[in-house]
């Protein structure tokens, strides 16, 4: 059974860091591409980034460029998201998915998610 598990998130105030993890257990890793999303309050969905398989590649959404970074570590089964110069309209809950393709990617499985708080 393929399980992803986010944590990191928590009360940041603007301007500050925070890294999310995502471990993930059930498949190959290394065979699969994995992004980000985040949900806020009332809030659709929306895509925040992914990387490639083997991490080669890497795709960020126009409003996260400069601040956040995608990474992941094939031997620990793990997705980082790096965030930097939070800002308070980064408040979501931020969820991590594996797909089998970069792109298109949609997410065949998904983490519960964290929330993630930025305070002004």
């Known amino acids: 059974q393929v399980q992803l598990v986010e944590s990191g998130g928590g009360l940041v105030q603007a301007g500050g860091s925070l890294r999310l993890s995502c471990a993930a257990s059930?498949?190959?890793?290394?065979?699969?591409?994995m992004g980000w999303f985040r949900q806020a309050p009332g809030k659709e969905r929306e895509f925040v980034a992914r990387?490639?398989?083997?991490?080669?590649?890497?795709y960020y959404a126009d409003f996260v460029k400069g601040r956040f970074t995608i990474s992941r570590d094939n031997a620990k089964n793990t997705v980082y998201l790096q965030m930097n110069s939070l800002k308070p309209e980064d408040t979501a809950v931020y969820y991590c998915a594996s797909d089998a393709t970069y792109y298109p990617f949609r997410g065949d499985y998904w983490g519960k998610g964290t929330l993630v708080t930025v305070s002004s």
């Open positions: 990387i490639s398989s083997r991490g080669s590649s890497t």
């Open positions: 059930g498949r190959t890793f290394s065979r699969y591409a």
